[in-house]
């Protein structure tokens, strides 16, 4: 062989395992953005003042593979009446409870829920005045900013099935001042 069939071929050897590396990374982003992590922004200020407007987050897409959800969690679900349209919010309910909200407070099961997360005292209860019981896999989810949110008390969104969570907020990324766990 001579020395340019040599050169020629240590070039293509290296064009092939470049091929390769940008391949592999290739299907482990794809890997990661559909089955582990997914970024999304904060569009509006229904979760003030957990999460603000403009606020950059990871949503773990892995967790509830192998979990439920649990009661305060933040989750992400489409609204399934605009595509490519999706909301934030946070769990207050789980499947079989009876939600109800009265004066300005929620119940479940007709005990008196005490979160800190609310923000401030709940004025349009919604489909909530009357008591509402959830289905096997449904959830209801409330906006931390309680009067500036839509939510399970509307009829558009409404209880919140599992199949359609797509993850959990898992990381804020945005602000840097605010980096961190969600």
Do not use: C
């Not at 489409?78 to 769990?91: A, G, L, M, S, W």
């Not at 829920?113 to 401030?120: A, F, H, K, L, S």
């Not at 804020?172 to 001042?177: A, D, E, G, H, K």
């Amino acid at each position: 062989m001579t020395r340019g069939e040599e050169k020629k071929r240590s070039m293509l050897g290296a064009a092939f395992r470049w091929m390769l590396y940008l391949l592999i990374i290739l299907l482990i982003t794809f890997f990661v953005v559909h089955f582990v992590g997914q970024r999304t922004t904060v569009n509006g200020s229904s979760m003030y003042p957990t999460l603000e407007d403009g606020d950059s987050l990871i949503v773990d897409k892995l967790t509830y593979r192998f979990s439920n959800p649990e009661r305060y969690d933040i989750v992400v679900f489409p609204f399934r009446y605009q595509e490519d349209t999706y909301y934030i919010k946070r769990i207050i309910g789980l499947p079989g409870e009876t939600v109800q909200i009265i004066g300005g407070q929620v119940y479940i099961n007709g005990e008196l829920q005490e979160d800190d997360y609310g923000w401030g005292n709940i004025e349009k209860a919604g489909l909530a005045s009357e008591p509402i019981t959830l289905g096997e896999n449904e959830y209801f989810v409330l906006g931390d900013n309680r009067n500036n949110s839509s939510d399970s008390r509307e009829p558009s969104i409404g209880n919140v099935e599992k199949g359609s969570i797509i993850g959990k907020a898992w990381m804020r990324t945005w602000p840097l001042s605010k980096f961190g766990p969600v």
